[in-house]
């Protein structure tokens, strides 16, 4: 089957732009999370979704960064403002729920991100 | 300190050989491990994972875990070049939602 897909694979944007980067899960997975990953470091989480809601933003650096899932599928993760320091590869991963039970998390692979 | 913390190498075996990647975590609390390969350009995949204390083994993979010490290593026999990738440690802490904490990764390197 399908496994999670992001879209750009590449976006390349001047600071001060608008970007959005979109993530579609496997289908049935109701949890969702966004990480960002700079250059030889491991991924930083930023948000998750337990279907349509988000339960944790508190990897969010700052209100620059916003993120829906509207319909608990496809998520949006929304950059306002952007400045260089945002330049990273920016990952989606899905699991079957986000429980204390463990449910692998599948990566996306990831749209890398570039403000000049 | 960092949350999770690993060599960031390169570690560099023959073939053949065991590599022996280690991880060490600040949070007691720290419930569910995990390792993950990263090649090059490409996203993390899923090795290992082991929630208990001792060994678990699949394949040449052998992790293992001691939460007195809070350490969690990565054993891989017969290490082959397509092993040659970077290894990042993870944990989930309580109240966290699953949510994985990734050390900066060890890069793992086998030569002919």
């Known amino acids: 089957g399908a496994g999670v897909s992001q879209t750009p694979s590449n976006k390349v944007t001047e600071k001060g732009k608008y970007v959005e980067l979109r993530c579609d899960p496997i289908s049935g997975h109701t949890a969702l999370y966004w990480y960002r990953q700079s250059l030889g470091q491991g991924p930083e989480f930023l948000i998750y979704?337990?279907?349509?809601?988000?339960?944790?933003d508190s990897g969010l650096p700052n209100d620059r960064f916003f993120a829906v899932r509207p319909e608990g599928s496809v998520s949006t993760l929304k950059i306002q403002r952007t400045e260089r320091g945002d330049s990273a590869v920016y990952l989606c991963?899905?699991?079957?729920?986000?429980?204390?039970?463990?449910?692998?998390?599948?990566f996306g692979p990831g749209t890398r991100l570039t403000v000049l | 300190q960092k949350e999770v913390e690993q060599n960031s190498g390169p570690l560099s075996v023959p073939e053949g050989a065991i590599a022996s990647l280690n991880c060490t975590y600040s949070?007691?609390?720290?419930?569910?491990f995990f390792w993950y390969r990263q090649y090059s350009g490409k996203s993390p995949e899923l090795i290992m994972f082991i929630y208990s204390n001792g060994d678990k083994e699949d394949g040449r993979f052998t992790a293992q875990l001691n939460k007195a010490s809070q350490y969690v290593s990565l054993l891989i026999r017969d290490s082959q070049p397509s092993d040659s990738a970077t290894y990042l440690c993870?944990?989930?802490?309580?109240?966290?939602?699953?949510?994985?904490?990734f050390g900066a990764g060890t890069r793992l390197a086998v030569h002919p």
């Open positions: 979704f337990q279907g349509t809601g988000a339960a944790d």
């Open positions: 993870a944990v989930t802490i309580p109240g966290g939602y699953n949510k994985l904490i």
């Open positions: 991963a899905s699991s079957l729920m986000g429980t204390r039970e463990y449910n692998e998390q599948f």
């Open positions: 949070d007691r609390g720290s419930q569910s």
